[in-house]
């Protein structure tokens, strides 16, 4: 069987890497000057994860386009991490939020967009009650709170590997003895996540049945399949052993649709029939505009309604000044309407399929221990079998190979997510944009293997 040859990957690695530099002068005195005031150099720190020695400076992007500021133009499978995936500076989005903004963006009321947008909500996710928020990762803060409100109960339940956004209780990953630990190397934890959450592997019912047993777990916060730690797909039937679990141990149900949009206009809660207690989206539901939402069951709703118009209530804790705004509300009526439909999914998953099969074929064809996984419009491969849980996907994580396949991508126009090895398609991709991808690809596999 065919191995990657290491020694050629460093020596390839290293020859991109210098041409990267030499390609992207502009960005180079960028990043120079970026490191005066900002920490780590970006504005974000996992912007440091680009491959390449720095990260490059974008001056457009437009459809599934991106062209940095040294003129290079790139297709663009990375999609801002899902937040783009309308397409970048569609024309709905950006005459919606310029008329907002000539209307007023902000003013501690309600906007009618609101009302069309709860309404387009429930449509596709089913559930009838929704709030916003600015940020999936809010949003989620948001639901955790209303789920120990109505159960009482102290602890939530993730995946092994899941990511949720910044949610202090999310951030844990298993020991290997099944108990809680912190994620490898994060950043102050304000408090150990043992004390608030239980973990387990996505896909062992064994192991959620014994963690929810002692009733103590308010809900169980997931993705209806992994995506941040790559594509982990559920058993067969596993998502309804979930969810009877769940209801006879009296724990809540929310479903994260942040990634797993990818799936179709409803989210793999439309496209699997899930029945989830509550509901959390944000990244693309605005068309890149800061914005997130979540949903409520008819019943759970009701309760949290009561709370909030009860005497003497504390509504801190859940919200904030701009969620809701109107620019958010409006740009969320744009894109809702005007993107993320069964038409644009018509486009963007049989290109998925395409990227995907276009992958497969190299691996095949050289006879490679790797695979591809694709969920919708999102496609990954991986240099192992398809993992079944987190621990199986981390375990066969490869820093070398991933930073060789990126930088190879970048410098030929090519931008991939900095994390893991996927690609998001849109309606604004095309055939020759995926098929540019596949001989890349086998270009870039061609060069390290023994
Ligand atoms: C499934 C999921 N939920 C929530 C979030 C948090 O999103 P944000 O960083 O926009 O708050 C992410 C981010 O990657 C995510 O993948």
Redo the contacts with the bound molecule.
């Keep these: 069987m065919p191995a990657v040859d290491r020694t050629k990957l460093e020596q390839a690695l290293h020859r991109e890497r210098q041409a990267f530099i030499s390609t992207h002068p502009r960005s180079a005195a960028l990043s120079a000057s970026a490191r005066k005031n900002l920490l780590t150099g970006v504005p974000m720190a996992w912007m440091t994860r680009w491959p390449g020695s720095f990260p490059i400076f974008f001056s457009e992007a437009h459809g599934a386009r991106v062209v940095d500021v040294d003129g290079i133009e790139y297709v663009d499978f990375a999609l801002g991490?899902?937040?783009a995936m309308t397409g970048h500076a569609k024309p709905f989005i950006t005459e919606a939020v310029h008329r907002q903004a000539g209307r007023g963006i902000t003013t501690m009321l309600p906007s009618e967009d609101c009302i069309w947008v709860g309404a387009e909500l429930e449509r596709r996710f089913g559930l009838p009650l929704w709030q916003f928020a600015l940020?999936?990762?809010?949003?989620?803060r948001f639901v955790l709170r209303i789920a120990r409100y109505v159960t009482g109960r102290p602890k939530i339940l993730v995946f092994d590997w899941?990511?949720?956004?910044?949610v202090d209780e999310t951030l844990a990953t298993m020991a290997p003895d099944g108990s809680t630990q912190l994620r490898p190397s994060n950043i102050g934890a304000q408090v150990h996540p043992a004390h608030t959450t239980k973990v387990v592997e996505f896909n062992d019912l064994e192991a959620l049945e014994a963690a929810l047993a002692p009733g103590d777990v308010a809900c169980v916060l997931a993705?209806p399949a992994l995506?941040?730690i790559g594509i982990v797909l559920p058993d067969p039937g596993y998502h309804d052993e979930l969810r009877r679990i769940t209801r006879e141990t009296g724990t809540l149900l929310v479903i994260?649709?942040?990634?797993?949009i990818c799936a179709g206009p409803g989210g793999a809660t439309a496209a699997w029939g899930l029945q989830p207690d509550m509901l959390?989206i944000?990244?693309p539901i605005g068309g890149g505009v800061?914005t997130?939402a979540y949903g409520l069951s008819a019943e759970l709703g009701e309760r949290v309604d009561e709370f909030f118009n009860s005497e003497g209530v504390d509504v801190s804790g859940i919200g904030g000044t701009l969620a809701g705004n109107a620019l958010a509300a409006a740009a969320m009526r744009a894109a809702l309407g005007n993107a993320l439909r069964v038409d644009d999914f018509a486009v963007a998953i049989p290109l998925a399929e395409r990227w995907a099969a276009g992958v497969a074929g190299v691996i095949d064809g050289k006879q490679l221990p790797w695979t591809v996984q694709r969920l919708g419009c999102r496609a990954e491969y991986w240099f192992c079998e398809p993992p079944r849980n987190g621990a199986e996907a981390a375990a066969a994580m490869d820093a070398e190979l991933e930073a060789w396949f990126h930088l190879f991508m970048l410098n030929r126009g090519v931008l991939m997510t900095p994390f893991h090895n996927m690609a998001l398609l849109s309606s604004s991709h095309v055939a020759a944009d995926v098929d540019l991808h596949t001989r890349l690809f086998a270009a870039a596999v061609d060069e390290i293997l023994k």
């Design positions: 991490d899902t937040g940020t999936a990762t809010d949003a989620n899941c990511y949720h956004g910044t993705e995506t941040n994260d649709e942040t990634h797993t959390t944000g990244k800061p997130a």
